[in-house]
């Protein structure tokens, strides 16, 4: 019972994820008016605004104007109704419950603005960070960090992008990876700590990298192309703590 509360309160936070998702990067207010359709501005009614239900019974259309609405709000929907059960499961009502379903939904929504708008905001990388340190500080990490692996795993993570983005700039005159990236990788070594750091830095650019050439060859793009490099890292990020054990325990 507990569970299917959880899934639709978890709907609900995945429905104003999508919100922060679109205004967020486009400098729009978060709190007021409705949600609206991106295309003809039809105000959605609150009473129409089920999170999951609404877009399945519209077949991710929009109920004015039949525009098709990206499936991307519906994937966000479901992700975050999960992560609100999943992480019940594993913690029960706890502060690493609570810490787990920050983490998670932080890289939801980075994910996107970095997939959508190929942006990584500080609005979101620093307060998470800080959260992050807090719990470790308190011994609360759903990752088992210590606060002495979060400092150096925040430092480290945030110092290696930025001497790869200097050194890249150096040798190529481009900026291969953002300001975002490195601020994305102090968040992750705050939350997953040092030890994660090594091993996500080199599965997101190798992944990454093989992608891009990818993309490049199949869609013919010509070979300055951007990747959202953020997206691997949240991927890599995400599945570390699942995953990084067992590649630590064969080495
Ligand atoms: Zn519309």
Known sequence: MFS?????????????????????PNDLDIVSK??????????IPFYLN??????????GKCRNCKNKISISYLIVELFTAVLFVYSYKLYGLSFEFLGYIIFYSSLIIIFFTDFKYYVILINITIPISVIGLLLSFFNLNPFEASIYESVIGGVVGYLVIFII???????????GMGLGDAMLFL?????LGIKSIYLILASSALVGALVGILI?????????????????????AGLYPKLGSLFYNMI
């Open 216 to 236: 490049i060859y199949i869609y013919k793009k010509d070979k300055n192309f951007q990747i959202p490099y953020g997206c691997f890292i949240v991927i890599a």
């Open 4 to 24: 299917i509360l959880l899934f639709i309160i978890g709907g609900i936070f995945g429905s104003f994820y999508n919100v922060c998702i679109y205004r967020l």
């Open 34 to 43: 409705n949600s609206f359709c991106i295309n003809c501005k039809y105000k």
């Open 165 to 175: 983005r200097y050194l890249f700039f150096k040798i190529r005159k481009i900026e």
């Open 50 to 59: 089920i999170p999951i239900v609404s877009y399945i019974l519209n077949l």
């Open 187 to 191: 968040m992750v070594g705050a939350w």
